[in-house]
């Protein structure tokens, strides 16, 4: 009975300890550009027109256990502006190993970010330390979302760890449309499962053969992509990974709507330092995505694309305080002459957590973005772009 007992104990489907939630309330004050948000193509999630109160986000997580082994998490989330009031953030099931194994496996199925982000890390995927994470992770929250499975083995020798995640997806076919017309952003916003992201004003080639909005998690082509990851933690203080993803979209399905496959590839670098008073975080990116057919001038749309930032936060009084560097661009390779998306250009951030309590914290963040954008001209707007974002998060988890 004490075996029996003990099995039951272990599965948790509706406690206080399986359901959390967070409240993001934003005061903002954002000059430049209007928003993409908006259908235009400033970087940032606040531009001309938004000021003063808004919500951020509102997010409920239920965290059911099976066992002691067998979990599920299931995000629902409401994003200001977005489609749908409430849709859903992730959805699926997990499976880690007992402790103590010298090889640990860890896997996982359904609605899902890859594993990139070295930012995103709080409740819901969010970012605790900052407002807006960088431009490499504000896309992967954008277009890297994958329903799919994913398996890890993680093993420690010598004192040293090491562990290796491999993935297959569907659903990730518009990978690249965001980051070809509107190119990088630097904003808080995630794809919603059921939603779809506006698009800047199309050029006059691919306004009949694009739609006005992408859909992140559109399956157009059947087919499965990749991704796979290695990570090694030399020491508690310092950590390395590796990670590569390929959609393996056929870049000519279209579907009803005409949104395409992209065919959309990327290299990410990542490192962590723990220092006694400092962490230092830094990512880097390098990629392509190509769509449509090739014609005289080449395909329809094909473009490489980089990306990096370093970042660093402090213990500092009450909270901790974050510095951050980004630099990006893209590269187009085809159609300049009637469509050009090539772009580069650097951001900064400041920003200071201030922890009121446990669980309940205000960031303070200024955003500073300076771009350099050819396409905005066909818009009547000067190619080079700055713009300011001052926000203060009140932010409550329960």
Known sequence: ????????????????????????????????????????????????????????????????????????????????????????????LAYRSRPGASLRLSARAGVFYPPISLEHDGLDWSVPDTITPSAINTWVAEETKVVGVEATIRRTIAGQSFSLTAGGFKNGDTSGTELTFR?????????????????????????????????????????????????WRPSSRLAFDLFRYDNEGDRISVDSRIEWSWETRFWNLGMRLDLDAVAVKGQVMTGETLMGYSNALGLWADMGFEAAYVSATKALGPGSATVRYDHFSTTDRTNKATDNNAEHGWSALAAYRWDVRPNAQIVFEALYIDSFRRDRARLGLSPAQEQTVLQTAFRRQF
């Open 183 to 231: 190119g990088w952003a630097l904003h808080d916003l995630k794809s919603p499962v059921f939603g779809r992201f506006p698009l800047p004003p199309l050029s006059a080639k691919m306004a009949t053969r694009q739609a006005p909005s992408t859909t992140p998690l559109a399956e157009i082509d059947g087919r499965i992509g990749y991704y796979g990851r290695i990570e």
């Open 1 to 92: 009975m004490t075996g029996v007992g003990a099995a039951h104990a272990q599965a948790d489907f509706f406690s206080r300890d399986t359901i959390s939630g967070l409240v993001d309330l934003r005061l903002v004050a954002a000059g430049g550009e209007t928003s993409w948000v908006d259908g235009a193509v400033g970087k940032a999630r606040f531009g001309e027109g938004h000021q003063g109160l808004r919500l951020g986000e509102a997010a409920l997580v239920w965290n059911p256990r099976f066992s002691d082994t067998v979990s599920a998490v299931v995000v629902g989330e409401s994003q200001d502006g977005q489609r749908h009031l409430v849709d859903l953030g992730e959805g699926y």
